[in-house]
């Protein structure tokens, strides 16, 4: 399957998540992005270094900016359970707009076309490290990295095409 591309409409998918109440949620991504311009980037894995010391701290740090934007809001996935997000989450203390969601069996990152095999590594089925912009599910930007890049996938680039 081609990796999503600007243009494209984005899947709908399930993902899972822990609200402010610690409860189990599942929700729908066109739910999330009906009729809304959000950004979704996509991570390796939780508390990886260059997702958690870069990546994620990016987009915590320029939320504000984002949101002066017109950006609605700001979806993290990665494929790990809820619970390892759920942890991964408190180690942000600061976030305020990211919303950490687990794609556990990386059905949403396969229907993106976005999955990276790092099994000889010993991590299996991950994704790509990525970041679109889209717009009442329309992909409007999509940076999606090679290989263990970060280079185009950042807040800071997001907002350059804003």
Not at 29 to 38: E, N, Q, R, S, T
Not at 97 to 123: C, I, M, N, R
Request: charged content about 25%.
């Amino acid at each position: 399957m081609a990796p999503i591309a600007v243009g494209d409409k984005i899947p709908d998918g399930t993902l899972t998540y822990f609200d402010a109440e610690n409860q189990l949620q599942q929700v729908s991504v066109h739910y999330l992005a009906a009729g809304k311009k959000l950004i979704i980037f996509g991570v390796p894995g939780a508390f990886t270094p260059t997702c958690s010391t870069k990546h994620v701290p990016g987009f915590i740090e320029h939320a504000e900016a984002l949101k002066a934007k017109g950006v609605d809001d700001i979806l993290l996935l990665s494929v790990n359970d809820p619970f390892v997000m759920r942890e991964w989450t408190k180690t942000f203390p600061d976030n305020k707009h990211v919303k950490f969601l687990a794609d556990g069996a990386a059905s949403y990152t396969h229907a993106l076309g976005l999955e990276l095999d790092l099994s000889e590594k010993g991590l299996g089925t991950r994704s790509r490290r990525f970041a679109l912009l889209v717009d009442d599910l329309k992909v409007k930007v999509a940076n999606v990295e090679s290989g263990g890049e970060f280079t185009v996938s950042s807040a800071e680039e997001i907002l350059k095409a804003l």
